[in-house]
């Protein structure tokens, strides 16, 4: 027993210095341990993700601004950004009505403040009175405000021709991004041939292509066809369907009309044969419809996907499953940094859409400010009240502006050599195809950069003006395009588009 003792007691002698020494060692911050948080331990899903509206290009803007504030010299004194549809930022303003009653709903002293008329005084109680303890700082329900809900019920109703729509399928969001986002969660499911595909266009706005790659779903590629104005065709949908089968199964249809990044409108005709195309092939239907006011094209008409859904009869509009987005940062209102918007869900099971709530609640409910502002936009000032005179004006002149910088950018774009511009038939963005010379696409390459990268970065250097590379977006092998919004004041948008035909000219001469 003695010998085990003292045998033992050594030891423990030991121990108790060691961890002396490593109590000192970390008092003194000698004791070292590697990141928990690195890239190599990082989600890999999260390193997938690309965001070229965000991306290298604009990263680079924001660098060349502060170079210019630094003093630095350029061959131009501002960037110009017409990279992103964020409409206030270029100059569009906003609409009177819109923000008078949020400075009440935000400020109510102001209700007392005879400068406001009537009807925004009224309407900022009657969004008030539906938020808890009368504030637009307090929570809602996770699934929206119920008297927002009921109001976006009703607009789809007026929208739709009068087709019914039950608010209980509403649910309202931050932005459609955050709706989109939150239906691929739960339509993705499954491992190896049994991922779930999601069919998606190209050119595509990317928030779809990152949010698949965040949640490890398959990405499906169907082209538009850029010879007939970036239509779509079931036939093509057909052999990406039938193309993917092989190696997924695939789930989701994501359609964007009008179209982001290509501008195009949809035809009535084109989305009864996507309606039909997805109930025979039994996909759920995801219709992103941000741009539905953006309509500028003569003989062309936004058509809702649940308005001809019920008009193709009960053998569609009772089993095709849709889930459609609208959100306030587009169209007239242009509000981005409110992020208020909806989602409308058709046909889904029951059983599921007690996930969904459960799945919203997780992050308790959207921003008050911004399901204050749709409930404006779905039911805006009305003939007799002393805002309506004003807010039709203003919203009609800021998209009657839209559509005449619309046709002027198809129409500049067109005058230059090696640039071909489809009609901008709505949205707020062009997507124009840009011949490369070989020698900048080899240049591009041995650089490691996309062709068209390699070209919107030189024109943001040279030029000052920042537009996102259509690889950002996808396109069909050997074609190169850009995307560029319309939205800069008239005078600006032509210098952009000034500077654009002066770079490409010079570009092409420099690679010739």
């Excluded at 190209?202 to 538009?224: F, H, M």
């Excluded at 109930?279 to 219709?287: D, G």
């Excluded at 068209?452 to 943001?460: A, E, G, S």
């Excluded at 030029?463 to 950002?472: M, Q």
Aim: neutral net charge.
């Amino acid at each position: 027993m003695k010998w085990c003792v003292q045998v033992l007691n050594p030891s423990f002698s030991q121990l108790l210095k060691s961890q002396n020494t490593r109590s000192e060692m970390a008092e003194n911050g000698l004791l070292h341990h590697g990141k928990v948080l690195t890239v190599d331990t990082m989600n890999p899903n999260v390193k997938r993700v690309e965001y070229a509206v965000r991306g290298p290009i604009v990263q680079r803007a924001l660098q060349i601004e502060k170079e210019l504030k630094e003093g630095v010299k350029k061959p131009f004194t501002e960037v110009i950004k017409a990279n992103i549809g964020d409409c206030h930022a270029m100059g569009q303003k906003p609409i009177t009505f819109f923000r008078q009653v949020l400075a009440l709903c935000s400020y109510p002293e102001l209700l007392e403040d005879n400068k406001f008329p009537e009807d925004v005084k009224n309407r900022a109680r009657r969004i008030l009175q539906a938020c808890a303890g009368r504030s637009l700082g307090a929570y809602s329900a996770s699934q929206g405000i119920e008297l927002v809900r009921r109001d976006v019920a009703q607009y789809i109703e007026r929208r739709d021709g009068g087709i019914p729509c039950n608010p209980d399928n509403i649910y309202l969001t931050a932005g459609a991004s955050d709706a989109i986002m939150t239906m691929l969660k739960l339509l993705v499911s499954g491992e190896g041939p049994s991922r779930t595909g999601v069919m998606i266009s190209i050119p595509q706005y990317p928030l779809y292509s990152a949010a698949l790659a965040e949640l490890a779903a398959v990405q499906i590629n169907y082209y538009l066809d850029e010879e007939k104005c970036w239509s779509l065709d079931v036939s093509e949908l057909r052999r990406a369907l039938e193309a993917a089968r092989k190696h997924c199964r695939p789930r989701v249809l994501c359609i964007i009309n009008p179209g982001n990044p290509t501008g195009q409108v949809q035809s009535r005709q084109c989305v009864e044969d996507v309606i039909q195309f997805a109930a025979e092939e039994n996909l759920f239907l995801m219709a992103d419809e941000v741009y539905q006011d953006n309509v500028y094209a003569e003989g062309c008409q936004f058509h809702s996907f649940k308005k001809v859904l019920f008009e193709m009869g009960p053998e569609y509009s009772d089993k095709l499953e849709l889930a459609s987005f609208h959100s306030t940062s587009k169209c007239y209102m242009g509000e981005c940094g409110f992020r208020g918007g909806y989602m409308e869900v058709v046909n889904l099971d029951p059983e599921v859409k007690v996930q969904l709530t459960k799945l919203v609640s997780v992050r308790l409910c959207p921003s008050v400010p911004g399901q204050a502002l749709l409930d404006l936009v779905v039911n805006p000032p009305q003939p007799g009240e002393p805002s309506y005179g004003t807010f039709i004006k203003e919203r009609s002149h800021t998209l009657e502006v839209l559509a005449e910088k619309a046709k002027m950018t198809q129409e500049i774009l067109n005058q230059v050599p090696g640039i071909t511009c489809n009609p901008v038939q709505g949205a707020m963005y062009t997507f124009p195809q840009i011949q490369l010379p070989p020698k900048a696409i080899a240049e591009a390459k041995e650089k490691g950069q996309a062709p068209d990268m390699f070209y919107c970065m030189k024109l943001l250097e040279e030029k000052g003006i920042c537009l996102v590379p259509g690889s950002g977006f996808g396109q069909r092998d050997g074609t190169y395009h850009f995307r560029m919004t319309i939205l800069p004041p008239t005078e600006k948008l032509k210098i952009v588009l000034d500077k654009v035909k002066e770079f490409h000219q010079s570009f092409t001469e420099q690679y010739s």
